[in-house]
Structure formats: C-alpha cells, structure tokens
T-cell receptor, first 114, second 116 residues
Framework: GAGVSQSPSNKVTEKGKDVELRCDPISGHTALYWYRQSLGQGLEFLIY????????KSGLPSDRFSAERTGGSVSTLTIQRTQQEDSAVYLC????????????FGPGTRLLVL | AQTVTQSQPEMSVQEAETVTLSCTYD???????LFWYKQPPSRQMILVIRQEAYKQQNATENRFSVNFQKAAKSFSLKISDSQLGDAAMYFCAYRYSGGSNYKLTFGKGTLLTVNP
C-alpha cells in the first residue's frame, strides 16, 4: 500500500477483555515498530521487529502485552485482560530496514478501556 | 538512557510569521539522528525534517529548518512563513545510530497554534 495502515481506527472495550490491534506496514519495509501514546507518558516504544530476527520486546509494559508479525509483513499487537491504564493511541511505524533511520507512521488505533 | 526535552508545551504564531520550537536531548553517544515529527488532529505522525549528528550543516526542507548545536545538545525547529496547515503537535525525536534497538525516543511535544 501507499502508507502504513492500522485497524481498527478506534476501539472501545470493557476492562478485562482481550483486544487485537493490526498494523500493515509499507510494502517492502522489513522493520516494524509499535509505540503507545498516552496523556501521562507521552510516546513510548513498545516492540520492534526486523525481518525474521527475534523481536525486541524491551518496551512492553507487562506480560499482558504481546505482538507477532506473520510472514514478515502484517503485525498484530494483543493486549490481554485490558486495564483502564491501557487506554491510549497505539501507533505503528515501519522503515525500509532497521538501519534506515526514517520511520513512517500509521494513523494509529485509539483504544478506550471502560 | 537518552532523554528528549521540549520545554514549550504550547506555542502560537501569526500566519506568515516565523516561530522556533525548542528541543534539547541528553545522550552519551556521538552518532545519532534527530527528527521533528508533526502530528495533526488526524493522529498521523508526519516526518518534517531529520538531521544526522555527524553533519555540521543544518538540515532544511522548504519553510522548515533546524538549528543543530551538537555540543549544547540542542535541536530547534524554525518554521518560516507559517501557514494555517502548520497547526499541529510537534515532536522532537532521537535515534541512536548503533546498537540493535532502533527505537525513537520522543519529547513530550509542543502544540503549535497558527492564528489567522
């Protein structure tokens, strides 16, 4: 596609439910990043994937968060047993490779946990 | 750990005027990249300009330019001839060139208002 796409655009869920957020990177981009944007914490790195290498999960805030990337393209961020503090905008970005410095962002998914 | 500080939570400028947004960062590394991203209400983060730390020349992109002071660890963004479409949240970001984690570290952002 022309840019990074994310779905859904908005998600409202109840506390304790699981949610899945999807990211479709720019075609041909091997590096993919997830960030979280919240009022209190600003923009935080969550996880990044580079090709077939093991992902860097150093930014995941708890074991309720996980992500996978199938076939080196689409990625899914899963949050289990959602809490109200998980409410935020989740942004995905991709770059041609991890060493190429420019990351291109998607429009984000706004998650609201009631 | 690297940190990025944007000391101006909000700024305003008159249309056609010039405004400068401030950013300072802290790092012990010598090779890195710096970025300014713009985030309008649509939430889409758009790259405005980037600077390689090894380059002494300041980056420019049309009406946008930076003042990169490596020794002072300062990276300000100047917007000339401000337009209504420049109104957005602006984020300064840092990325280390080495290592294995190419994550961006962001400042808290500056909300820019452009007055007609």
């Amino acid at each position: 596609g022309a840019g990074v796409s994310q779905s859904p655009s908005n998600k409202v869920t109840e506390k304790g439910k699981d949610v899945e957020l999807r990211c479709d990177p720019i075609s041909g981009h091997t590096a993919l990043y997830w960030y979280r944007q919240s009022l209190g914490q600003g923009l935080e790195f969550l996880i990044y994937f580079q090709g077939n290498s093991a992902p860097d999960k150093s930014g995941l805030p708890s074991d309720r968060f996980s992500a996978e990337r199938t076939g080196g393209s689409v990625s899914t961020l899963t949050i289990q047993r959602t809490q109200q503090e998980d409410s935020a905008v989740y942004l995905c970005a991709s770059s041609l490779s991890a060493s190429v410095e420019t990351q291109y962002f998607g429009p984000g998914t706004r998650l609201l946990v009631l | 750990a690297q940190t990025v500080t944007q000391s101006q939570p909000e700024m305003s400028v008159q249309e056609a005027e010039t405004v400068t947004l401030s950013c300072t960062y802290d790092t012990s590394e010598s090779d890195y990249y710096l970025f300014w991203y713009k985030q309008p209400p649509s939430r889409q983060m758009i790259l405005v300009i980037r600077q390689e730390a090894y380059k002494q020349q300041n980056a420019t992109e049309n009406r946008f330019s930076v003042n990169f002071q490596k020794a002072a660890k300062s990276f300000s963004l100047k917007i000339s001839d401000s337009q209504l479409g420049d109104a957005a949240m602006y984020f300064c970001a840092y990325r280390y060139s080495g290592g294995s984690n190419y994550k961006l570290t962001f400042g808290k952002g500056t909300l820019l208002t452009v007055n007609p």
